[in-house]
Structure formats: structure tokens, C-alpha cells
């Protein structure tokens, strides 16, 4: 298979998961599941196809859906085995973001052949999904976690991005860029990577301005 192709099946079957662990964390049911899964699964790329003008992928190839349905009913089944679905979900939604950056990236470049096109492209499409799902379920958004986020998806796509206009073969550079992603994405949740946090000063009272 494609590396890309499985890089995008990969991106949507482990967003779907994240989507039902926010299910199982809520106690929702099936169709719940089935809902945030398919959401999450789903959205970063159907948003970065809208944006780009093309069919939307699964609408095109239904078998996205299969997968994240067959997903949700898995994690239906076997959430209440884990330990810290939280924890899980979070590592999930790394491999998640890692595949996606490269996906997204991908779709750009071969749309429209534009470096900068193809950088934002995969970091809407590795963090779209996820931001939805935590939207939806109430859960705290990843973007509002101190630790580095999409700037992983950046790197990730960035990383593609030289690695084909390169000419790196398409298998190098999936690898190349998914390794990126996740080991800037990994590093953040384990060893708290992050940037310097914005430290305003106090207000000065009407009085004080000349």
C-alpha cells in the first residue's frame, strides 16, 4: 500500500479512537461512540478538503466511515480495560496528529504544489479532528495545554514538505515527517516540552497614563 494511503487510513482509525475514549470518559452510548468517533475521525480531513476544493475523501471512499464505526465499537467494548483513558487518549491523539501532518501535507502540495499551502494544510488536518472532538465532549482542549501542539503538526508537515521538494522517495519522507511530528509531539507530553507563556504586567489606572 501507498505510504500515504496508510498514513491516512493510520490518521483516521487513531483519531477515531481518541474520539471514543472521550465517549467512554463521558459514559455515552453506541451511537454516541459512533458520533464522536466519525467526528474526530474525520474532520481535520474534511475540513482541509473543503479548504483546497476537493471531494471530500470519504465521500468519495466510504470505507473512512467503516473504519471509524468499526473503531468505536471496539473501544466500546474494551475502554473500561484502560487503565488512564486520558493518558491513552492523549498518546493516541500524537500518533494521531503525527499521521495526519503528513497526510495533510501531501494533499496540499499535490493540490497546489504550494511549500506554504502544504504546511498549513497539514496542520489543520493533524489538529482539526482533535480540537472537535474535545469541543463536543467537553473534555479540555488540547490547544489549551501548556505543552507544544501544533507546532508538532507543523514540524511534521514542514519536515514532508523539504523531504519531497528534496526528492526524497514518498516512503522516506512520510517516515522522515511522521518520526518528526512525533517525536516533537512526544517529547512534549512526556518531558512538558513547551514555549515561553505570555506574563503580562499589571494594568495602569486611568490617572497614570500622561
Given amino acids: ?3 500515504i494511503l496508510l498514513l491516512d487510513y493510520a490518521g483516521v482509525a487513531v483519531f477515531a479512537a481518541t474520539g471514543a475514549l472521550a465517549a467512554s470518559r463521558k459514559q455515552l452510548d453506541i451511537i454516541g461512540f459512533l458520533f464522536l468517533a466519525s467526528v474526530t475521525g474525520i474532520g481535520g480531513g474534511t475540513f ?7 471531494p471530500v ?15 468505536a465499537v471496539l473501544v466500546f467494548f474494551t475502554a473500561h480495560k484502560v487503565e488512564s483513558r486520558y493518558k491513552l487518549l492523549l498518546w493516541l491523539d500524537a500518533v ?8 495533510g501535507a501531501a494533499k496540499g502540495l499535490a493540490a497546489t504544489a504550494s ?3 502544504a504546511i498549513i494544510t497539514g496542520m489543520l488536518t493533524a489538529t482539526f479532528g482533535g480540537i ?6 467537553g473534555e479540555p482542549s ?4 501548556p505543552e507544544i501542539y501544533v507546532t508538532a503538526a507543523m514540524a511534521g508537515a514542514a519536515a514532508f514538505t523539504l523531504a519531497d521538494l528534496a526528492g526524497l522517495s514518498a516512503t522516506l519522507s512520510a517516515v522522515l515527517a511522521f518520526s518528526t511530528a512525533f517525536v516533537v ?6 518531558f512538558g516540552w513547551a514555549f515561553p507563556a505570555y506574563r503580562s504586567r499589571p494594568g495602569r489606572r486611568p490617572e497614570d497614563i500622561p
Avoid: E, H
Fill in 185 to 190: 509531539r512526544g517529547g512534549a507530553l512526556k
Fill in 1 to 3: 500500500m501507498n505510504p
Fill in 48 to 54: 482541509r478538503d473543503l479548504i483546497l476544493g476537493a
Fill in 57 to 71: 475523501f470519504w465521500v468519495q471512499n466510504p470505507a473512512y466511515v467503516l473504519v471509524c464505526a468499526a473503531i
Fill in 115 to 117: 511549500p506554504t499551502v
Fill in 142 to 145: 488540547v490547544l489549551l495545554r
Fill in 132 to 137: 472537535l472532538r474535545d469541543l463536543l465532549a
Fill in 96 to 103: 494521531g496528529l503525527s499521521a495526519y501532518s503528513v497526510m
